[in-house]
């Protein structure tokens, strides 16, 4: 199988348009035209893991973190990025790196986290911004159908749990074609006036091309008119981070048990209890000390992330509980999930969930 038919199974999984601007995404090492034979995934495309996928025959390595994430100026092997990337290389082993793309993701790192605590009733914690556009366009009401259903198969219209979502509304249309024009209806250098349907939709930003493809391939007009703009609202389905609640509330001491068990945590470091039961929790796999003012607004009990450091624990401000569970633990069911994916999308193919444990983080 071709590597572009596989990043096209990952990206349905993970867009990479949902991935954060700083973020380093998508194939790091290799040729989308290269046939792969076998798939190795992981969380950290580590030189061992790179070992592992030439034993079991596999040339391409999936892994959510990227090993390439700033860049290099020179490739001689002098530390661990440097030479799992020469060992890739000299074996024709692609890298395909998922990270921030799957942490925003609805489904994605974070609601993965939220089911392995057993918590229900999610929602994103930070919607991201900036991320959908909105389509208006005319057309006459025959040509109606045609094209808003083409629109909506390019990805328009979808609004939170809902698709097909589109406004419309009826007016008149007026035009006068010149020498080089060859309008659908009446003449040129005729001054025409019609009935016409005005058209709107969103759709996220990295469909734009996809949706103006639809949009010219079935509009009966020969110049379309048409207007995108850009929109300010949060979408609510793609972002850092999850809120999620307990059915029953449980003890600080409780909570913090049930965390440790359910995450694997070698140990948790946390703020002062504060006396009061945990029943709303937020969640951040990862480095999430900047959601911490986040967490609060949106009223949780205890936030769950890593990598905190000493000062950011005063930022619980008597409000919640903050939890570091340290960064492997907080995404560590993510490769399953990935593995998982891929085995039920591309099937009677060799995928194999890596057995190395690539977590630098030991506990005495």
Known sequence: MQLHKIISVLEEMAPLAYA??????????????????????????????????????????????????????????????????????????????????????????????????????????????????????????????????????????????????????EGIGTYKGNENSNPKIGNKFEWVQNTEVKIEVTFEKHLESKILKALFNNHIYEEVAYEIYSLTNSHQNIGLGMLGAFKNAVSETDFLQLVKEKMGCGGIRHSQFLGKPIQKVAVLGGSGSSAIKNAIAAGADAFITADLKYHQFYEAENQ?????????????????????????????FAIVLSDVNTNPVQYF
């Open 20 to 169: 954060e601007d700083f973020d380093n995404v998508g194939l790091l090492v290799g040729n989308t035209n290269q046939e792969i034979n076998g798939i190795v995934v992981c969380h950290d495309a580590l030189e061992e893991v790179i070992d592992e996928a030439i034993a079991k025959n596999c040339n391409l390595v999936v892994c959510f973190h990227p090993i390439l994430f700033s860049g290099l100026k020179k490739i001689t092997g002098k530390n661990y990025v440097e030479r799992a990337i020469i060992k890739a290389i000299r074996n024709d082993i692609a890298i395909y790196a998922i990270h921030t793309a799957l942490d925003n993701h609805k489904n994605g790192v974070n609601k993965i986290f939220c089911d392995a605590l057993g918590l229900t009733n999610t929602k994103i914690l930070i919607p991201k911004q900036n991320f959908i556009k909105k389509l208006v366009t005319y057309t006459i009401p025959e040509n109606t159908e045609k094209l808003r259903n083409a629109l909506f198969e390019a990805g328009a219209g979808n609004i939170g749990n809902y698709e097909n979502c589109s406004f419309n509304s």
């Open 320 to 348: 919640l509980l903050l939890a570091d569970i340290g960064h492997f633990e907080s995404e560590r069911f993510t490769k399953n999930y990935i593995f998982e994916y891929l085995t039920k999308k591309i099937t009677n």
